[in-house]
């Protein structure tokens, strides 16, 4: 079982997920000589699971992706221009880094908070001569609703 946040919850198990799932059966049945009969993912927030039944054709297809993936990495690997720098906040972890001591000299990007303020609201749409009588900013003057 795989715990996920819940950020990419919906209606259907997006097709990564779907990949990480089959990549974990293959590898456990590697690990521990016999197929499990399922996997899932757990959205913790809505404490909702996705299951996928597995089978030799989920195993199979677990194969062919890791292998298609190393194939393709190999291939990479002999043409060293192929490779682009990927400048991002992991760089200061990556080993390729050179502040670990590797030769990529990626510029890390300067962390950002992802929420912004907001700008403080003026109400420009709210004639003038109302501003006077309306205390906009109180709460106090809406109902209660229960
Ligand atoms: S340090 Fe270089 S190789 Fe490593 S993740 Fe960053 S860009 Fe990629």
């Given at each position: 079982m795989?715990?996920?946040t819940s950020k990419r919850y919906g209606p259907y198990l997006p097709e990564e997920y779907y990949r990480q799932?089959?990549?974990y059966a293959f590898l456990y049945t590697l690990e521990m000589g016999e197929m499990p009969k399922f996997v899932g993912v757990n959205y913790l927030r809505f404490d909702d699971t996705f299951f996928v039944k597995v089978g030799q054709s989920e195993l199979d297809e677990a194969r062919d992706l890791i292998k298609m993936v190393h194939d393709c990495i190999k291939?990479?690997?002999e043409?060293?221009?192929?490779?682009?720098q990927k400048p991002q906040n992991l760089c200061k972890w990556c080993s390729f880094h050179k502040s670990q001591g590797g030769p990529c000299d990626a510029?890390?990007?300067k962390w950002e908070p992802t929420f912004k303020k907001r700008k403080k609201e003026n109400y420009?749409?709210?004639?003038s001569s109302l501003k006077k009588d309306l205390d906009v900013e109180s709460?106090?003057?809406?109902p209660d609703f229960d």
């Open positions: 795989d715990y996920k799932l089959i990549i291939e990479r690997e043409y060293e221009d192929r490779y682009e510029v890390i990007p420009s749409d709210i004639d709460q106090s003057q809406f």
